[in-house]
């Protein structure tokens, strides 16, 4: 269950999506406030975070577009897959609408599709629990799912190097930051073990 105090923030989420991805949304939520309290990240902002990361999800692909543009929120976005837009996107709107003026937060939203390197707790968590919530089936789900009960890293990397082989199947493009971000958290993740 939602806290109430963040009611009205999830009815303007909300009115912005379809049923299926509000579902989505709060499986995030769930996911998300799990994982900070295993690995000892801040559940209320990671609540948060998780409410708003789709904000501008179901937006059309040409709003999408002309915000990116006009707010010169990531150029180099627009030449890489749409699916990517609506997470820069969504971190200016939740701030532009919603009045949401944490960093933090908003770095979650805004790096919650690409990852980044050097990323944060909270944009981990918002990451690994989109990939984890109850709703998604996608191949290797589950494998990930058992990863992100024992390391945040390496579940992580993992979750990146699946988009990764999903996107390489498909012939499609894959955004470099993507890469980086995945070979980061696997460096984080080998030195971590060697320490151990
Ligand atoms: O918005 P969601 O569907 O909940 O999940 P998301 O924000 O992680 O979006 C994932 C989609 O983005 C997934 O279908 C793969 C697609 N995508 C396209 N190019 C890239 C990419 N994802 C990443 N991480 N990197 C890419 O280069
Ligand atoms: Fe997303
Ligand atoms: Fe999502």
């Not at 939203?109 to 990939?131: F, N, P, Q």
């Not at 290797?140 to 979750?159: F, N, P, Q, T, V």
């Not at 082989?165 to 060697?194: H, K, Q």
């Amino acid at each position: 269950m939602l806290k109430s105090e963040l009611a009205p923030l999830a009815e303007a989420v909300r009115r912005q999506m379809s049923e299926r991805r509000w579902k989505h949304t709060l499986g995030v939520v769930g996911a998300a406030r799990e994982l900070a309290e295993r690995f000892g990240g801040d559940a209320d902002k990671a609540e948060l975070a998780a409410l708003l990361h789709d904000y501008a999800k179901d937006w059309p692909a040409e709003r999408l577009e002309r915000i990116l543009r006009d707010q010169d929120l990531a150029p180099d976005l627009l030449e890489y897959d749409k699916e990517l837009w609506h997470a820069p996107v969504g971190a200016w709107a939740v701030r532009e609408e919603l009045g949401v003026a944490d960093e933090e937060v908003l770095d979650a939203i805004r790096w919650h599709t690409s990852g980044r390197e050097g990323m944060s707790l909270l944009d981990k968590i918002v990451c690994l629990a989109d990939y984890i919530e109850p709703g998604r089936n996608y191949p290797g789900a589950e494998d990930i799912r058992e990863l992100s009960r024992l390391d945040l890293d390496e579940a992580l990397a993992a979750a990146f190097g699946n988009t990764i082989r999903f996107l390489l199947e498909r012939g499609r493009l894959i955004y470099p930051l993507t890469v980086l971000a995945r070979n980061d958290l696997l460096r984080g993740a080998m030195r971590r073990r060697e320490h151990s």
